[in-house]
Nanobody
């Protein structure tokens, strides 16, 4: 099971850190990704981190603003989001895959329930 936390309402330019905690399995055995889905849009991969932590992916719109990292002691993967924009508003999901650095949701076997991020003044 994956459980996300850390979403909320933030003003443009602000920051949030999302956390994805694993229960029942060890996250560092998997590629972990953050996806997001905005109203009326398809779900997209925002960022992912390989099981060896030596590869990362960021979609173009978040490069330089978001950072994905792993905390093995807490069995969590975090997404630090800075300089948030209204277009970052979405439900954010974390997911786990045995496929290295997959960005298509069909490759992900485990999903969290999602956490809402709203960027608005």
């Amino acid at each position: 099971q994956l459980v996300e936390s850390g979403g909320g309402l933030v003003q443009p330019g602000g920051s949030l850190t999302l956390s994805c905690q694993g229960f029942g399995f060890t996250l560092d055995d998997y590629t972990i990704a953050w996806f997001r889905q905005a109203p009326g849009k398809e779900r997209e991969a925002v960022s992912c981190l390989s099981s060896s932590d030596d590869e990362t992916y960021y979609t173009k719109s978040v490069k330089g603003r978001f950072t994905i990292s792993r905390d093995n002691a807490k069995n969590t993967v975090n997404l630090q989001m800075n300089s948030l924009k209204p277009e970052d508003t979405a439900v954010y999901y974390c997911a786990a895959s045995t496929f290295t650095m997959a960005t298509l949701e069909g490759f992900y076997d485990y999903w969290g329930q999602g956490t809402q991020v709203t960027v608005s003044s």
